[in-house]
């Protein structure tokens, strides 16, 4: 059975499943997700607890000898297996389907590995894991995903915030959970139960947003130049390097470029946005297909070319400077005169 993270705590409350299996990458929802496992196992007696970490030359017989022994200091056991590449190989695969076909009684598997991927997620061992007991799987969260994250946190907590502070809230700790999980506990002591308006969001948030390169690429396909600067002077800020926020730029501008010369050519938008991933973005790309037309797109690349060379020193200019211009030309903003 596969359930999502906020569905976790309805789930426990009915009763425990012999083994449960969370993916995912993103470490506050992972950490809290374990947590919460762990929780309600000891609230029903399970109050012994062996941990496995399956580094490379792990013994899976450990596994086995633990299933199938009694518990020393108490009736029930939690037995924690953490895969830190998601990968058990094939000894560890067949052990974990044996486990997963006789889960013990008295005992909750719980397996921590890094996000699977489509084709892990089709192996015999991950499907026995998951026919036996409880998947989740964590990701990371988008804007408006990340919006409705805090304002069910700060309900349940008795803060109920208002739309502009919300908004604040997330742009101030956005692409952070864990910065942001501690400043809704700040807001809480600082200002108690009630409305959170804007104005306490500013006196009492730090500028905690924590920025990648494709939050950057994202932000320019959606048109949002305001946006798309502010995650680039946060890039700048944390000592990115810009070779590698060119990278993400013109990687982009790259895939948009082959797309607008094969639907020149005739072939279908739904094809050409077929094979975008994750799906969620589609509409981003469909809507910068829809700006910038094949043209537009060969210059942009022309000029991530020119932000290459000064990068390398093989050309006069300001590394930032030429990536702001061509991040607000990506964003629909009209392409600067000294490109080349």
């Known amino acids: 059975m596969q359930i999502k993270p906020e569905q976790l705590e309805a789930h426990l409350e009915k009763g425990l499943a012999p083994v449960y299996l969370l993916s995912g990458d993103e470490p506050l929802q992972m950490m809290e997700a374990a947590d919460a496992v762990r929780a309600a196992a000891r609230a029903r007696g399970h109050t012994e607890r062996l941990v496995f970490s399956a580094d490379a030359g792990f013994d899976w017989g450990r596994l086995r000898e633990a299933a199938q022994s009694l ?49 892990d997620r089709k192996t015999a061992w991950c499907r026995a894991l998951e026919g036996a007991g409880v998947m989740l799987q964590v990701w990371p969260l988008d804007r408006s995903a990340t919006e409705a994250w805090m304002a069910r946190r700060l309900r349940q907590r008795g803060l109920n915030p208002t ?36 104005p306490a969001v500013l006196a009492a948030v730090s500028d905690s947003a924590r920025f990648g390169v494709f939050d950057l690429v994202d932000a320019a396909l959606a048109a949002d130049a305001p946006r798309a600067v502010r995650i680039l002077q946060g890039l700048r800020g944390e000592g990115t390097e810009p070779a590698v926020v060119l990278w993400a730029l013109a990687r982009e501008i790259r895939g948009l470029h082959r797309m607008a010369e094969r639907g020149q050519a005739g072939e279908p938008m739904g094809q050409l946005l077929g094979a975008v991933r994750p799906p969620r973005r589609q509409p ?3 809507a910068a297909l829809g700006r910038l037309p094949e043209p537009a797109l060969a210059r942009l690349l022309a000029g991530c070319a020119r932000a290459d060379r000064i990068i390398k020193g093989l050309e006069t200019g300001s590394p930032w400077d030429e990536l702001l211009d061509w991040t607000l030309a990506l964003a629909g903003a009209p392409v600067p005169s000294r490109a080349c």
């Open 71 to 119: 518990s020393l200091f108490a009736s029930r056991r939690i037995l924690e297996l953490r895969l830190p590449t998601g990968k058990p190989g094939a000894e560890g695969g067949r052990a974990l389907e044996a486990y997963a076909a006789q889960p013990p009684e008295d005992t909750v598997l719980l397996v921590q590995c890094p996000r699977l991927e489509a084709k």
């Open 163 to 198: 739309p502009e502070a919300l908004r604040l809230l997330s742009d101030r700790v956005e692409g952070n959970l864990l910065a942001a999980a501690q400043e809704m506990e700040k807001l809480l002591l600082l200002t108690g139960p009630g409305e959170l308006d804007a």
């Open 284 to 286: 981003l790309v469909r």
